[in-house]
Structures are given as C-alpha cells and as structure tokens.
C-alpha cells in the first residue's frame, strides 16, 4: 500500500460519525488528505479534522452537504477546489436517517412513494452527482478510484429495509454502468457492501437488540461488524494492489449471508 496515498486526496460523505468515520482515520493513516461531509454534526466534524491533522500531519477539511439534494455536490466540489490542489478518490457513504425515510424503512405494506424516493435520490442520485463531479478532477490527475457504500440488505432479508435494499441494489448496478464507462480515464468504480455494522443507523432499527442478536448468532465470527471493519476494502479498492479491480462490489459480511 505504500506510496499511494502519500498527498493525495480522498473525498468522502457523512464523514461525521460511524463507518465515514472510520474510513477518513485509515487513509489519513495512510498520509491521505481528507474533505468529508457532514449534515448536522458541524461540531462533531470540527473535532475530527483537527484531530485528523494533529494526529497524521494531513490537511483535513469539512463541509456541510445534503444528499437529499444532490446537486449541492456540484457547490461541494467548488469548495473543495479551493482548499485542495487535487482528487484522487470520491467515496459516497453517507444515509439518511429519522424523519426522511419514514415509508421508505418499513415492512412492505407500509412503504410509501415519498419515503422510497427519498432513499433513493440519497443512495443512488447522489452517488450519481457525486461521482460525476468526482471525475471531472480524478481525471485531471490520470485516474483514481470512486466507492459506493452498499448493505447485504440487498441480498439477505432484513425486516424494514426494503427501500435501502432495493436503493443499494441499484447503486452497485450504477457503479457497474460507471465503471465501464470510466475507465478509459483510469478511473475505477466499485461497491464495499457491509453485513449489519454497529453504528447509529442500525441502532435506529425499532428491533436494534434483536437484529444485533441474530447477526452475532448468524455470524461465522459470533459477532457485529464494527465500522473500522469496512476500512481495509476502501484502502484496497483506492490503492495500487486493486489496478484491475472495477465494476465490482466487495461484501465484508462476518459470513452472516451465507447461513
Ligand atoms: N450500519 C450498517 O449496518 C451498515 C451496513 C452496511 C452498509 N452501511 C452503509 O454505510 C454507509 C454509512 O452508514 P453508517 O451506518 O455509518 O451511517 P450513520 O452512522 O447513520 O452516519 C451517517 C452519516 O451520513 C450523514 N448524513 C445524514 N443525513 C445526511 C444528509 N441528509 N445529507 C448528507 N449527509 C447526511 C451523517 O452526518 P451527521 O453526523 O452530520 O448527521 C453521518 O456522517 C451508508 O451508506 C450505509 O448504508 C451501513
């Protein structure tokens, strides 16, 4: 891994907390300069980058971004221009949570157009935008690498989830469109798909105890998945060692798919 993040810069959603989190600290490890997004947690977002900076010798900036609105990424990407020289990789992991999925986090019979479309455009719009003007200045450098965050809750039965199942089904087949597309600009483009990680959008789950036991149970690892678990398929995927990896997604699930 070494030598490929050196100075280089990644881009990433909903950085503030959980799996964003994690993700921004293992390549800021790596000598990597950071922009990350948050949505309401501005202070939380303060103190990590200047952790960030103090603990790795890096630039780390944050930004405020909603992905209920997918063309602010085209003003995010303005700013970001003006506090960093380069982008080398764009990873779209931030969720919508609370009040903006209700009737899209639902059982079936529940599920509401408004709450579906809201997952949607959060999950795979905003990657869309995102991505699109990630690559404008990824290509400008001679390549690099784009990431969605995707969920097994597109392949294994996950009460309530049915709306973000169904987005993240349809992000990693956005990622194959724009992987095919992208890399005559030596840009690779793929999906890091977690089991049930144990963050706050899981807590939010009504049967969050429930859902936590039966992954432990589910799990070859008799355990959760914990958001620094994510970390090393993004650090791969961005790195030297993935060159001929594109149009994929990469499931790190503790083995809970299989039984
Ligand atoms: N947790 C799991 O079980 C699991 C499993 C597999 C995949 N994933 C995927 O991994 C990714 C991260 O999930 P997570 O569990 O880490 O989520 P999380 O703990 O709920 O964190 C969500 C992040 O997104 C930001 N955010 C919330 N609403 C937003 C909005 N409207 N616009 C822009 N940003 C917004 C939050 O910012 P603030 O802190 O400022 O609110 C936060 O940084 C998601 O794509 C998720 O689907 C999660």
Redo the contacts with the bound molecule.
Sequence with gaps: MSGSFDGKTLVL?????????AIIYGFAKEGCNIAF?????EE??DKIAKDLEQSFKIKARYYP????EPDNYKELFKRIDEDFDRVDFFIS?????GR?VVGGFAPFMRLKPKGLNNIYT??VLSFVVGAQEATKRIEKVGGGSIIS????GNIVYTPNYAG?GNS?AAVEVMVKYAAAELGEKGIRVNAV?????D????KAFPNYEEVKREVEKRSSLNRM?E?EDLVGACLYLCGDGASWMSGQTIIIDGGTSFK
């Design positions: 959603s909903g950085g503030s907390r959980g799996i964003g989190k997004t948050y949505n309401k947690n939380e977002a971004l909603d992905i209920l992991n931030a969720i919508i949570s903006s959060a999950t965050l995707s969920s097994t973000h993240k798909s977690g089991g049930p990680i963050t706050d959008a899981l998945g958001a």
